[in-house]
T-cell receptor, first 115, second 115 residues
Framework: GAGVSQTPSNKVTEKGKYVELRCDPI?????LYWYRQSLGQGPEFLIYFQGTGAADDSGLPNDRFFAVRPEGSVSTLKIQRTERGDSAVYLCASSPSGGTNYGYTFGSGTRLTVV | AQTVTQSQPEMSVQEAETVTLSCTYDTSESDYYLFWYKQPPSRQMILVIRQEAYKQQNATENRFSVNFQKAAKSFSLKISDSQLGDAAMYFCAYRIPSGNTPLVFGKGTRLSVIA
C-alpha cells in the first residue's frame, strides 16, 4: 500500500483479555518496527523484524508481549492478560532493507485502552 | 545507553513568528543520525528534518532548520514563519547508522501556534 496501515485504530479491552494489533507495512519494506507511546512520552522501541525473523526484541517489556511476521509483510503484536498499564498508543514503522538514514515511515498507531 | 532530552514540555508561538525547540542527547558514538519528527493529532509520526553527525553544515528544509552543535550534543529545531498547521507534538530522535537500529526518542514538545 501507499503507507503503513495499522488496525484497529482504537481498541478498548477489559483487564486480563488478549488483544492483537495489526500492522501492514509499505510493500517491499523488509524492516518493521513496533513502538509503544505512553501518555506524555515519546515512542519506546519494542521489537524489530528483518523479514520474517525478530532481529531485536529487547524492548518487549515482559513475556505477555509477543509479535510475529510470518510472511515477511504483515505483523501482529499480541498482548496476553492485558493490564491497565498496557494502555498506550502502539506505533508501527517500516523501512527498506539495508538500513536507511531517513528514519522510517510510521503508521497512525493503535490506541489501546485497558479498562 | 543513548538518551534524548527535550527540556520544553510546551511551547507557543505567534503565527508568522519564529520558534526554537531544544534537544540534547547523550552518546559515546562519533557517527549517528538525528531527526525531528512531527506528530499531529492523527498520531502519525512525520519526518521534518534529519542531520548526519559527520556533516558540519546545518540541515534546512524550507521553513525548518536545525542548529547542530556536536561538541555540546545539542540539536535544536527552528521553525520560521510559523503556520497554524505547525501546531503538533515535536519529537527529537537519534539513531546510529548501523543496520536498521531503532530510533531513540525524547519525550516531546507540544507546540501551539497562536493566530
Amino acid at each position: 500500500g501507499a503507507g503503513v496501515s495499522q488496525t484497529p485504530s482504537n481498541k478498548v479491552t477489559e483487564k486480563g483479555k488478549y488483544v492483537e494489533l495489526r500492522c501492514d507495512p509499505i510493500s517491499g519494506h523488509t524492516a518493521l518496527y513496533w513502538y509503544r507511546q505512553s501518555l506524555g512520552q515519546g515512542p519506546e522501541f519494542l521489537i524489530y523484524f528483518q523479514g520474517t525473523g525478530a532481529a531485536d526484541d529487547s524492548g518487549l517489556p515482559n513475556d505477555r508481549f509477543f509479535a510475529v511476521r510470518p510472511e515477511g509483510s504483515v505483523s501482529t503484536l499480541k498482548i496476553q492478560r492485558t493490564e491497565r498499564g498496557d494502555s498506550a498508543v502502539y506505533l508501527c514503522a517500516s523501512s527498506p532493507s539495508g538500513g536507511t538514514n531517513y528514519g522510517y515511515t510510521f503508521g497512525s498507531g493503535t490506541r489501546l485502552t485497558v479498562v | 545507553a543513548q538518551t534524548v532530552t527535550q527540556s520544553q514540555p510546551e511551547m507557543s508561538v505567534q503565527e508568522a513568528e519564529t520558534v526554537t525547540l531544544s534537544c540534547t542527547y547523550d552518546t559515546s558514538e562519533s557517527d549517528y543520525y538525528l531527526f525531528w519528527y512531527k506528530q499531529p493529532p492523527s498520531r502519525q509520526m512525520i519526518l521534518v528534518i534529519r542531520q548526519e553527525a559527520y556533516k558540519q553544515q546545518n540541515a534546512t528544509e524550507n521553513r525548518f532548520s536545525v542548529n547542530f552543535q556536536k561538541a555540546a550534543k545539542s540539536f535544536s529545531l527552528k521553525i520560521s514563519d510559523s503556520q497554524l498547521g505547525d501546531a503538533a507534538m515535536y519529537f527529537c530522535a537519534y539513531r546510529i547508522p548501523s543496520g536498521n537500529t531503532p530510533l531513540v526518542f525524547g519525550k516531546g514538545t507540544r507546540l501551539s501556534v497562536i493566530a
